[in-house]
Nanobody
C-alpha cells in the first residue's frame, strides 16, 4: 500500500520561495513510473490542481502557477518535488501530493488520482 508523505511546507513572506517534497514512506511505490501531482486546498475552497508530471516527463500546470512553480522528480531519492517561487498570499493552502495508478496524467483534477498524502501547510504572509 502506498503511503505518500509530504514535507517542506512552512511560512514565507510574499515573493519568497519554498520547495515541497513527497515520497512513499513504505518504499513500495516507484514514483517515476506513475503520474504524480501536487494539489492544494485553501480553507473554504475546493481542492485544486497545481501541477502534474507523467512517467515520460510531460508536465502540466494550473495557469496561475505557470512560470512560478516547477514540478520535478529526483529518481535517486524516489521523491516528487515542487519548487515554488515568487509566492503570493493567495498561494496559502494545504498542499497535497497525489499518485495515479497509471503512467499518464489525463487531467489536472483530483478525481483521477488514487493515492493521497496528508498534506503540508504553506502560508504566505507579511
Amino acid at each position: 500500500q502506498v503511503q505518500l508523505v509530504e514535507s517542506g511546507g512552512g511560512s514565507v513572506q510574499p515573493g519568497g520561495s519554498l520547495t515541497l517534497s513527497c515520497t512513499d514512506s513504505r518504499y513500495t511505490f516507484t514514483l517515476r513510473n506513475y503520474c504524480m501531482g501536487w494539489f492544494r486546498q485553501a480553507p473554504g475552497k475546493e481542492r485544486e490542481g497545481v501541477a502534474v508530471l507523467d512517467s515520460i516527463g510531460n508536465s502540466a500546470y494550473a495557469d496561475s502557477m505557470k512560470g512560478r512553480f516547477t514540478i520535478s522528480q529526483d529518481n535517486a531519492k524516489n521523491t516528487l518535488n515542487l519548487q515554488m517561487n515568487n509566492l503570493k498570499p493567495e498561494d496559502t493552502a494545504m498542499y497535497y501530493c497525489a499518485a495515479r495508478a497509471y503512467w499518464d496524467c489525463p487531467l489536472l483534477s483530483p478525481s483521477v488520482f488514487n493515492y493521497w498524502g496528508q498534506g503540508t501547510q504553506v502560508t504566505v504572509s507579511s
